[in-house]
């Protein structure tokens, strides 16, 4: 069984999600921004600036028999569904496809332009996971095999959940420090669970923001925002009579 569920997953990774992401994405990979162009190369091994990531998959490692540690398996994940689930509670809302079309539907194509984000900047760069390099198991050994040859700089898991946190907290400010936390949160699962070094998901939040930014110059996403804003309100307003 985890020998086919390894092969799905790794079809998933190399087919399904660059065609889907293209599909769907607010934008073509030439109008997303080239991180190359206005971010470092990740630390070498001899650099100064390894000790701080090493350190922090050292950290990652005393926690993962913790509750903390638990969560961060949990955040392996990185489907549509596990979103909804885990931004609902600091949403203040439950996000589904079913209580909020409209939020839905600017989540889903966000996801496809955040892959289609992380796809373009790990191209850029090939740089060996953390678990790899160390020669280590994790606590997730079902998704080892699909990602070791993958480039761990920038952290696509982050560049996704990051996204996504931005978005619903400008859809509901009120609630904005839960859902960053959240969002942080998630980042944060993939040093602690060794898929990523700390500047894998520090650099992908700076990629994700400039993404963010450069979304609401594009008239598409600004318009379904909008829906998306004013679906919450309508949830919020019939909720509080």
């Not at 997953?9 to 030439?30: G, M, N, Q, R, V």
């Not at 390099?133 to 920038?154: C, H, I, R």
């Not at 998630?186 to 930014?213: C, K, M, P, W």
Request: proline share 5%; hydrophobic share 35%; net charge neutral.
């Amino acid at each position: 069984m985890k020998k086919i569920y390894a092969i799905l997953f790794i079809f998933s990774i190399l087919f399904a999600t660059p065609c889907y992401a293209k599909a769907h994405s607010f934008l073509t990979e030439d109008e997303i921004p080239t991180a190359s162009e206005f971010l470092p190369l990740p630390p070498k091994t001899t650099d100064a600036a390894f000790y701080n990531d090493w350190y922090r998959y050292e950290w990652g490692k005393t926690m993962r028999d913790t509750e903390r540690g638990k969560q961060a398996i949990e955040d392996a994940a990185h489907s549509l569904e596990y979103f909804y689930k885990i931004y609902s509670e600091p949403f203040g809302l439950t996000i589904s496809k079913e209580n909020t079309p409209e939020i839905s539907a600017l989540l889903k194509r966000l996801l496809a332009t955040t892959r289609l984000c992380k796809d373009k900047a790990k191209s850029q760069y090939m740089r060996i996971r953390p678990f790899v390099q160390f020669g280590e198991s994790t606590p997730v050994p079902q998704d080892e095999e699909a990602l070791k040859n993958n480039s761990s700089y920038p952290s696509g898991h982050t560049t996704m959940g990051w996204g996504i946190a931005l978005v619903l907290a400008e859809i509901n400010p009120q609630r904005q420090n839960e859902i960053l936390k959240r969002g942080f949160e998630y980042g944060e699962s993939r040093v602690i669970v060794g898929f990523h070094y700390q500047s894998d998901v520090d650099h992908a939040r700076l990629i994700t923001s400039a993404l963010v930014n450069r979304l609401h110059a594009n008239d598409d996403f600004m318009e379904q925002l909008q829906r998306a804003k004013d679906e919450f309100l309508r949830k919020k307003s019939s909720a509080e009579m």
